[in-house]
């Protein structure tokens, strides 16, 4: 049982926008900002958004958002290199760990 | 570019030992915390530790505290696990990555493609 819940699932046609939550508590997202991390078939994890903010490299389809205990992943005009597998993550100060959702399947029609 | 590569995984059996390396290229490594990330197969991604810049403190996740140990070597760009009394549920590919901070909250931020810890008799 992961401390941030996703979706198991979420599926888009290319081109259409497609928004990725992450559910936590007041110790975890409450308190913290989320990190994503996109993985393609069992790869290196790569970060895709720091909170609201886009690394380096990053195309700006994708964007981050939060409100109170739930964080958000947009990614519009999906591409079919968007298909992967998505998790997020932040701190969580009652548990004193980090913390990960049980990842998102994100799949391009 | 930045690129931190893992070595060091095996098969070896429970209760046996292990110690994993990263060696990172591309970023001032004394700069950064650093830390492991596991994957079990089929699994998601769980937290396994973390140490400070310096080495002076490392944190780990409860379950693992006491079996695992985290280590680093400035000079050499390196980090290490070293992994005791191993379970058959260690089994995972094991990840390192840098933590990078940003507007004061910590994120992963570099990953390793990870290396393959199998436990079994």
């Given at each position: 049982q992961s401390a941030l819940t996703q979706e198991a699932s979420v599926s888009g046609t290319v081109g259409q926008t497609v928004t990725l939550s992450c559910t936590g508590n007041s110790n975890n997202i409450g308190s913290y900002a989320v990190g994503w991390y996109q993985q393609i078939s069992h790869g290196a994890p790569k970060t895709v958004m720091f909170g609201n903010s886009l690394p380096?490299?990053?195309?700006?389809r994708f964007s981050g958002s939060k409100s109170e205990t739930t964080a958000s992943l947009t990614i519009s005009g999906l591409q079919p290199e968007d298909e992967a597998d998505y998790y997020c993550s932040t701190y969580d100060s009652s548990l004193i760990t980090w913390v990960f959702g049980g990842g998102t399947k994100l799949t391009v029609l | 570019e930045v690129q931190l590569v893992e070595s060091g995984g095996g098969l070896v059996q429970p209760g046996g030992s292990l110690r994993l390396s990263c060696i990172a290229s591309g970023i001032t490594f004394h700069d950064y915390w650093m830390t492991w990330v596991r994957q079990a197969p089929g699994k998601g991604l769980e937290w396994v530790g973390t140490i400070k810049p310096d080495g002076s403190e490392t944190k780990f996740v409860d379950s693992l505290t006491g079996r695992f140990t985290i280590s680093r070597d400035n000079a050499m760009n390196s980090l290490y696990l070293i992994m005791n009394s191993l379970r058959t549920e260690d089994t995972a590919v094991y990840h390192c990555a840098n933590f990078r901070s940003v507007s004061d909250y910590y994120f992963f931020d570099f990953w390793g493609p990870g290396t393959l810890v199998s436990v079994s008799s």
């Open positions: 380096s490299g990053i195309p700006d | -």
